[in-house]
């Protein structure tokens, strides 16, 4: 259950800085949503990609300079956290209700 409220509590945080973010430069929010959702989402990728990429190569640095095994050289992988989930659930609920919203335009 407490899982569960992170994730909601992740995706009304994310609508809410949106909401905020479309209230100040007068953007529609429907407009602004998908394209926040993914570009929060991309931020959070990068940035444990990033701290991955920096582990690797301070644990290399290391091991050539000393020889001591500090660490392991890791691939990257992705793990998923209710942050994570909360955030991949705003970006589908606001694909959806970009493309309810969008609909006619799709259309001849």
């Known amino acids: 259950m ?3 409220s992170v994730v909601f509590i992740t995706a009304a945080l994310e609508a809410g800085v949106l909401w905020l973010v479309s209230y100040m430069f007068g953007w ?3 407009d602004i949503m998908l394209l926040g959702g993914l570009a929060i989402f991309g931020g959070v990728w990068f940035l444990r990609l990033n701290s991955n ?3 690797n190569g301070h644990n290399a640095s ?3 300079w000393t020889g001591q095994n500090t660490g392991k050289i890791t691939p990257f ?3 998923m956290s209710p942050v994570v989930l909360g955030l991949l659930l ?3 609920v606001s694909f959806v209700i970009t493309v309810f ?3 006619p335009y799709f259309i001849n």
Do not use: E, H
């Open 2 to 4: 407490k899982k569960w």
């Open 28 to 30: 529609n929010f429907t």
């Open 53 to 55: 990429q920096i582990n």
């Open 62 to 64: 290391i091991k050539g």
């Open 77 to 79: 992988q992705f793990n």
């Open 90 to 92: 705003f970006t589908f």
């Open 101 to 103: 919203v969008y609909y």
